[in-house]
Each structure stands twice: as C-alpha cells, then as structure tokens.
C-alpha cells in the first residue's frame, strides 16, 4: 500500500500512546461491510475499537457512522474529504449521520451567529449536490435546530469534569491560539463546544436508537472521542443509556500550503477553499506545493489521495510523477486543479 500520510512518527507516535489499532501500519482484521481492508488502509489512518463496529455491522444490528463539520468558514479539500468518505460509506450500504457544527464555530471559534447559520444552509446545500442522500436511516442536521441534542448535552455534564475538558485539547490547540484563532484557556464557551460534540455522539444511544455507532474525524481530534467514550461509559453504568458501543476510525491530516501544519479554515492560505476562483486553485495546486522528500508529504499528493476517486493504479502514477518531480507530475496537477474547480463550482453556484 502506498504511503499516505501527513507525518508517519506523528501517526505512530498516537497509535503506540493511545493504543489504537494501526490500520496503515499492520495487518486489519477486520472489514466494514462490503468495504475490504485494502480499502480502508487507503482512506484512514487507525480506529478505536473498531472490530466491535463491524462486528455489530456483519449481525445486521442498528449501527450508524457519525462525523461533523466545523462551519467557521466555507469548505476546503480536507472538509471535501470527509464528504466523499461519508458518501462512500453511503454507497457501501452504512447508514451516516453528518453533523453540521453551526453552535460548534458560534461558541468554540467565536463565529457570529448569522453567519455560522447560514452556513449551515449553504452547506447543507452543497453536500446534498455532491450525493448524500438522506434514506435508508442517514442524517443530515445542523446543531441549531436540534434542540433534544441540546438536552442530550445537559445529561451528559453530570459525567464532565473541567480536568477531563483541559486533557481533551486539540493537538495544534496551542498553535491556533499563537495565532489568536482560539481562546488560549478553556474557557466556559470551549467547553460548551466541546460537550455539546459529545452530545452529538451520545445522543445516538437515546432512547435505545443503535447498537453501535463509528465516529468518523481526522486524527489530531481523536481525544474528542477518547472524551465521549468515557462520558458514554459512565452514563451506561449509571443506567441513563441502557447499551451501545462508541468506535472511532481517523483520516490522516492534510498538510496545509505555506508552511500550515495542515489544512485549516482558520487560515486561507494553508488551504483549497470552495470560494477560490479556478486561477486561485491552479495556481496553488501548480506552483505552490512547497519543498518535499517523499510524495507523503506533498500536500497536492495528499490531496490526490483523499480526494479524487483514483484506483491504486492511478494513484500509484501519480505518486511515481510526483516523486520524480517530473513533467507527468505537472500534468497530473493541471488536471487535478481543473477537477476541484469544477467541484467547488456547485458550492459558487448555491
């Protein structure tokens, strides 16, 4: 398989500290429905517990994925990412619950509520016009409007802790306050952010919904879920849900363009936004790739690798081209350019 990742001692390094299961760096056992291990390998990094989920899935039980999306600013690659991958898991039969954070980027990133709402529409919008479908028990909500999700959050803070909500910090948390993106402290608005995701989740087991449910997120906020997993813990040992099993499985990071960590709506230029004219995209997938040793830590490969379909073969020049820096390589880019203009194009005609 080929090597698809933001940084390997940094996956490796949360794989071995957390436990987790390696999906890129050993053998799965384990497939997700109709979806093979090689697939899997080449659209996630690891998972938490994630037999169990497909376990539950392969008896035929009510299981569902979950993921969100941050509405602070419009849609860029990485955001497209986690689209495409819960539309793939539509099309693989698995029911998706995707979660529009409109409350999320009010009280986590400060957003005014007029405009975090209204991108809830227009993302809403968008995400329909790529292809999820809203049947066979996928969901498509903001956190505006979904007011039992609010109560869900109320129960669920009787199992928080101020020390649990310091612990649950992003990885790159420091880096965004440096950059006055983010409060620098926990303050009380993060902490409804956060406890509110976690509602999210749990809110899935209410009222003995689903068996099991997959939370799908990149992985530098895989302690988000650590989080969840242990407020689900203590509320089914209290009696308040009665069963259910949270699992997780992480995307790798996308490396963001000049010099970004990753891709970040925060900032504009570390990324390809759906509000970019078609020049802006060709000319940051074309001359501004930045220095790289191994395609992995091309952010225009990565991007290749998330979004855009390719089979291995496929992928697999393109890799070839971008390791030998090679006019092949500036094809493919072109090309690549001209595909994401024309998807971003839906989200510039809502």
Not at 55 to 78: C, E
Not at 136 to 143: E, K, P, T, V, Y
Not at 245 to 262: E, Q, R, V, W
């Amino acid at each position: 398989m080929l090597n698809i990742i933001f940084d390997e001692n940094y996956y490796e390094k949360i794989i071995k500290d957390f436990g987790y299961n390696p999906l890129r760096f050993g053998k799965i056992n384990f497939n997700l429905g109709k979806i093979d291990k090689e697939e899997l390998r080449a659209r996630w990094v690891c998972h938490s517990e994630g037999y169990k989920f497909s376990k539950y899935l392969k008896q035929g039980k009510r299981v569902i994925v979950t993921t969100g999306i941050g509405l602070s600013a419009p849609p860029h690659v990485g955001t497209l990412a986690q689209i495409v991958n819960a539309i793939f898991l539509q099309k693989n039969g698995i029911s998706v619950q995707m979660v529009l954070g409109d409350l999320d980027a009010y009280n986590g990133k400060n957003i005014p509520l007029q405009v975090t709402t209204d991108l809830a529409k227009k993302y809403r919008e968008f995400i329909l016009k790529l292809g999820f479908k809203i049947k066979n028990g996928s969901i498509l909500r903001d956190q505006y409007n979904d007011l039992g999700v609010l109560r869900t959050m109320y129960l669920c803070g009787k199992y928080m802790s101020d020390a649990e909500f310091e612990w649950t910090e992003e990885d790159l948390h420091k880096f965004y306050a440096s950059k006055g993106k983010v409060d620098k402290d926990m303050t009380f608005r993060r902490k409804l952010s956060l406890a509110l995701m976690t509602a999210d989740f749990v809110d899935l087991f209410l009222s003995d919904k689903y068996d099991a449910v997959l939370v799908m997120l990149g992985i530098d906020e895989h302690k988000y879920v650590l989080f969840s997993q242990e407020v689900l813990g203590k509320m089914k040992r209290d009696g308040v849900i009665k069963m259910g099993d949270l699992a997780a499985i992480y995307s790798h990071m996308n490396t963001g363009f000049n010099n970004h960590p990753k891709m970040s709506k925060s900032f504009p230029d570390s990324s390809i936004n759906a509000e970019m004219s078609t020049a802006q995209i060709a000319h940051r997938v074309i001359y501004e790739e930045g220095t790289y040793k191994i395609p992995g830590e091309s952010p225009v490969y990565q991007m290749m690798a998330s979004v855009g379909n390719f089979s291995i073969e496929d992928l697999t020049k393109r890799y070839i081209a971008c390791e030998a820096k090679s006019e092949s390589w500036v094809k493919y880019k072109k090309e690549y350019a001209e595909m994401l203009a024309s998807i971003f194009k839906k989200w510039q005609e809502i």
